[in-house]
């Protein structure tokens, strides 16, 4: 199993569409979901540090119909190589 850090840049190297934090926790939460670290905000640093590296785009921003506010983030050609690269595929 990944270390949580790499599985939720994992999911980006081949995802249809953008991912906020929401989808990206709903694909995990079967095998990490008893993780400490598996909460809303670990996730959300996560991304915005793939995204700091330049491993992520912000695509889109929206609000929810519970006031939060959805980042979509999407894996662009440079990030999915160095992903595939050093997490493995």
Same mark, same amino acid.
């Given at each position: 199993m990944l270390p949580l850090n790499y599985a939720i840049l994992k999911i980006f190297e081949n995802?249809? &569409?953008a991912l906020c934090v929401y989808d +990206?926790? @709903?694909a995990l939460k079967e095998q990490y979901g008893n993780f400490r670290a598996? %909460? &809303?905000s670990y996730v959300t640093e996560a991304l915005m540090s793939g995204q700091f590296n330049g491993l992520l785009d912000e695509i889109a921003f &929206?609000? @929810? *119909?519970n006031d939060n506010l959805? +980042?979509?983030y999407r894996a662009n050609e440079e *990030? %999915? %190589? +160095?992903i595939k690269r050093y997490i493995g595929g």
């Amino acid at each position: 199993m990944l270390p949580l850090n790499y599985a939720i840049l994992k999911i980006f190297e081949n995802a249809p &569409e953008a991912l906020c934090v929401y989808d +990206v926790m @709903d694909a995990l939460k079967e095998q990490y979901g008893n993780f400490r670290a598996f %909460k &809303e905000s670990y996730v959300t640093e996560a991304l915005m540090s793939g995204q700091f590296n330049g491993l992520l785009d912000e695509i889109a921003f &929206e609000i @929810d *119909g519970n006031d939060n506010l959805r +980042v979509y983030y999407r894996a662009n050609e440079e *990030g %999915k %190589k +160095v992903i595939k690269r050093y997490i493995g595929g």
